[in-house]
């Protein structure tokens, strides 16, 4: 696909308060690349901007949705360790969405765009629905990964070794892994500083979720006639 060139000066994000142009180009280039042409000039860098909102706004639907399926899946009275291992996979899960939605939204919304731009926004709009669908928490905690006593089936680096994180799940589980790395290609592709947009999430703050260790996928397998003995007793 050729690159989107243009001569046109680069324009600043809607609340800049600066006002020398040069300053304005070099906001720009901290948060796109000072050699990533595809998309500078376009009138559609300030759009980028609009990412920490989306990502935030999905992180939310995402933390409370993985917080539901994670309930389902916890099988012992008191033992709350698949509540915080859904609340880390919607946040996972809703950092994925956000960005795309935030990218895509973003070429979406450049200005007398030509049909490189508007083959590439199709692209993103598709790749945004097919995240959407396969990243449904119902899929994501589907039984293809989960057996029925709430024990994941997917490999996890570092099981037979020890304790493993809640991140150290979510890291390994196929669906989110596979989108993270998709994601992470688009955010390179474009040259976008996530670290600078993110500071533009003023008093946005992620759900704290506790990162203390959890049992084994091996130990847990021993438990399992006390924790199906023990799920009779749910009330949720």
């Not at 119902?138 to 493993?164: L, Y």
Request: net charge negative; no cysteine.
């Amino acid at each position: 696909m050729a690159p989107y060139k243009t001569s046109a000066p680069a324009t600043p994000f809607p609340h800049s308060t600066s006002q020398a142009a040069p300053q304005e180009n070099d906001s720009l280039n901290d948060v796109f690349g000072s050699d990533n042409e595809d998309f500078q000039g376009a009138g559609g860098n300030a759009e980028y901007s609009d990412i920490p909102r989306l990502r935030e706004k999905h992180e939310t639907e995402g933390y409370r949705d993985g917080i539901g399926q994670g309930k389902a899946q916890t099988v012992q009275k008191g033992f709350d360790e698949g509540y915080h291992l859904g609340a880390v996979l919607g946040l996972r899960i809703g950092k994925v969405l956000g960005l795309l939605e935030g990218i895509w939204k973003a070429v979406s919304n450049v200005p007398d765009a030509g049909e490189d731009m508007k083959s590439e926004e199709e692209r993103l709009g598709a790749l945004w629905r097919e995240a959407k669908d396969e990243l449904n928490t119902e899929k994501v905690f589907g039984r293809q990964w989960w057996g029925e006593d709430g024990i994941w089936m997917f490999e996890v680096h570092g099981e037979n070794e020890g304790e493993v994180t809640f991140e150290d799940v979510a890291n390994q589980h196929p669906i989110v892994k596979t989108w993270e790395g998709i994601v992470a290609k688009e955010v390179e592709k474009l040259g976008i500083d996530l670290d600078i947009l993110a500071g533009e999430e003023d008093g946005a703050r992620e759900p704290e979720v506790p990162m203390k260790k959890i049992v084994t996928r091996k130990s847990q397998a021993e438990q399992k006639d006390t924790l199906r003995g023990a799920a009779q007793d749910l009330s949720w």
